[in-house]
C-alpha cells in the first residue's frame, strides 16, 4: 500500500514539472498593436529625444546664420574728403565732404559656400544621430517588453505550480492525518509546497523589476496602456 502511494507520488511530482510548461506559451502573450504604442510613446516622452530635436533646431539656425553671412562680405562705410570740404560752394561739391562706399571682402566672399555646406552637413549630422538614437530606442523597448511578458510567463508557471503544490500539501496532509501516508512523503511535499512558494515570490519580484525597466524607458507607467 505504501509503496503504491509513493508511486504515486513520484508521478505526481514530475506531471507537477512538465504540465505547466506544456500549457504555457510566452508567444500568445505579446501584442504588438501595444508594443507600437510603447514604442510611439518612448519617441516623443524619452527625454533624450528632445535633445536631439534642439540640436536638429540649432542645425537649422546654423544653416540660416550661414546663408545670411553672404552680407559679412560687404561692407558699407563713408569716406571724408578734406578737400572737397574745404572747396568753394560755387563748385557744386558736398558741404560735409562726405562720400558712401562699399567695400567687398573678396576672402569672406569666396570662403561662404563652404560655410553654408558645412553648415547643412552639421544638420544632416544632427538628423543622423537622431535616427541613430530612435533606433535604439525602438530596440531598447522591445527588449524590455518582452522581457517584462517573459517574466509574467514564468510567474504565471510558478503560480500555478505553487496552487498544485498547494493543492499536494492539503491532500496528503489529510492522507497522513488518516494514517493512509508516511511522515516521510509527507515532509516532501511540505518541501515541494514551501520551493513552489518561495519560487513564486522570486518570480513576482522579476516581474516588477522587468516593469520597472519597461516604465523607464517609456517614461509612462503600464496602466495607461491599458
Known amino acids: ?15 507537477l514539472a512538465f504540465a505547466a510548461p506544456a500549457q504555457q506559451s510566452m508567444m500568445s502573450s505579446v501584442d504588438y498593436n501595444l508594443l507600437q504604442r510603447m514604442i510611439d510613446t518612448a519617441k516623443v516622452r524619452y527625454p533624450r529625444m528632445k535633445k536631439y530635436d534642439h540640436k536638429i533646431k540649432q542645425a537649422a539656425w546654423g544653416v540660416n546664420k550661414a546663408k545670411w553671412g553672404w552680407f559679412d562680405g560687404l561692407t558699407f562705410s563713408y569716406t571724408y574728403n578734406a578737400s572737397i570740404s574745404n572747396a568753394p560752394v560755387s563748385q557744386n ?11 567687398l571682402n573678396f576672402g569672406a566672399l569666396l570662403s561662404r559656400p563652404a560655410t553654408i555646406r558645412m553648415a547643412r552637413e552639421e544638420k544632416k549630422v544632427a538628423e543622423a544621430d537622431k535616427e541613430e538614437f530612435i533606433q535604439n530606442i525602438e530596440q531598447m523597448v522591445k527588449d524590455r517588453y518582452f522581457g517584462y511578458v517573459e517574466k509574467l510567463a514564468i510567474l504565471n508557471l510558478r503560480a500555478k505550480s505553487a496552487s498544485d503544490a498547494d493543492i499536494s500539501q492539503t491532500q496528503i496532509k489529510y492522507k497522513y492525518e488518516q494514517g493512509i501516508e508516511t511522515f516521510d512523503n509527507y515532509s516532501k511535499v511540505l518541501v515541494l509546497y514551501s520551493v513552489s512558494s518561495q519560487n513564486k515570490i522570486e518570480a513576482e519580484s522579476a516581474v516588477l523589476r522587468a516593469k520597472a525597466a519597461l516604465e523607464e524607458v517609456l517614461c509612462a507607467k503600464l496602466e495607461e496602456f491599458n
Not at 1 to 15: E, H, S, T
Not at 93 to 103: D, E, K
Request: glycine share 8%; net charge positive.
Open 1 to 15: 500500500m505504501i509503496a503504491r502511494y509513493k508511486l504515486l507520488l513520484v508521478l505526481f511530482l514530475v506531471l
Open 93 to 103: 561739391q558736398s558741404l560735409t565732404g562726405y562720400s558712401p562706399g562699399v567695400f
